[in-house]
């Protein structure tokens, strides 16, 4: 009856996916898998990032929309607006009022 026993919670899994909820199977030598697969890995990352781990995190409000956002991998540069769409509001609103400026000084001159 032991034996029997040993072979069903042998069996049995002992860990599922976070992602997608799969039976994974654990490879006999290594770091165990916590996922099935690398796409569910990469998926569950993007859908779950953990900033307090990044250096450049911070948290920055958009001048356009006023949505708060994690501005990160700035590149040189601060983030200043929380998207694409967002930073071409920002800049062609911008623009016209630099136009008027540069229209007076070339009238004053």
Not at 52 to 66: L, T
Request: proline share 5%; with cysteine.
């Amino acid at each position: 009856m032991e034996q029997n026993e040993q072979k069903f919670l042998d069996g049995v899994v002992h860990q599922f996916c976070p992602r997608c909820g799969r039976a994974i199977v654990q490879n006999r030598t290594g770091r165990h898998r916590k996922f099935c697969s690398d796409a569910c890995r990469r998926l569950w990352w993007n859908h779950h990032p953990m900033p307090e781990h990044w250096k450049s995190a911070r948290k920055a409000v958009c001048p356009v929309c006023g949505k708060e956002f994690l501005a990160s991998r700035e590149y040189g540069k601060l983030r200043i607006y929380c998207s694409h769409a967002c930073a071409n509001r920002g800049r062609s609103a911008r623009r016209p009022t630099e136009n008027k400026k540069e229209n007076i000084n070339a009238q004053n001159s």
